[in-house]
């Protein structure tokens, strides 16, 4: 039974990497930012004045969080992205996703022989016995501009793009650096990852030296 874990930083490929081995392979993908960002979406959707007791209540919504619940394209804004690393220092909260995570890996291997996740912390603490490992990353110019071209610009003047490029630049090292800082699960790749930089390379090349040492062929 096969166990692929992928961490990374925001925008490096992770997650379309996980997509595409998870259609190559036929084991299931979790996306586990979605998780956090689940949670995070329902924490602003409350009023502002009940956000006093963060942890708690984000720990309330994700016990109920259902993996069929979670719908992607809502959930990607940065505001969503950053409320999530926000909460995600909240050892409660870790926990309790954690154990869900845990489940999808032993469900999914029985059912389907394999799974592969995606997040953070997935190869130092969630599957730290994984048969593979990756560390995904890329430059941050690199990354905003991935991000820049997930959104419709194409009716932006070029100053404003640029503009727009720079605020993501922000957006994006302030979560790296909340993420890699935090006490519990830092972002930091496991002793026996694969690091891979993606800022020179598209998916399919990312795809091809995943398979590579999946098959070991490297
Ligand atoms: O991967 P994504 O950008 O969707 O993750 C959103 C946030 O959720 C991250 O910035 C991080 O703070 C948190 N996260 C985490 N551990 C994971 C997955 C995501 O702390 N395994």
Request: charge should be positive; glycine fraction near 6%; include cysteine.
């Amino acid at each position: 039974m096969i166990e692929i874990a992928i961490d990374g930083t925001a925008g490096s490929g992770k997650g379309t990497l996980g997509k595409n081995l998870s259609i190559k392979y036929g084991y299931p993908h979790l996306d586990t930012g979605l998780m956090f960002r689940t949670v995070a979406y329902s924490l602003l959707s409350i009023k502002k004045n009940d956000l006093k007791n963060l942890e708690s209540l984000s720990c309330e919504f994700a016990k109920s969080l259902s993996f069929i619940a979670i719908n992607e394209k809502k959930l990607r804004s940065e505001e969503t992205g950053f409320m999530a690393s926000k909460i995600a220092v909240f050892p409660k909260l870790r926990n309790i996703l954690k154990l869900k995570q845990i489940e999808f890996s032993n469900i999914n291997k029985k059912k389907y022989g394999g799974c592969i996740l995606d997040g953070r912390d997935i190869g130092t603490v969630i599957l730290p016995n994984a048969d593979f490992k990756f560390f995904i990353t890329a430059s941050i110019e690199i990354r905003a501009k991935r991000r820049l071209l997930e959104k419709n610009i194409s009716c932006l003047q070029e100053q404003n793009v640029e503009c727009m490029l720079q605020s993501i630049i922000k957006d994006i090292s302030r979560r790296d650096k909340v993420d890699k800082s935090r006490l519990i699960s830092p972002l930091v790749p496991a002793k026996d990852a694969f690091i891979i930089d993606t800022s020179m390379i598209d998916p399919n090349e990312l795809m091809s030296i995943v398979v590579k040492v999946i098959e070991g062929r490297n």
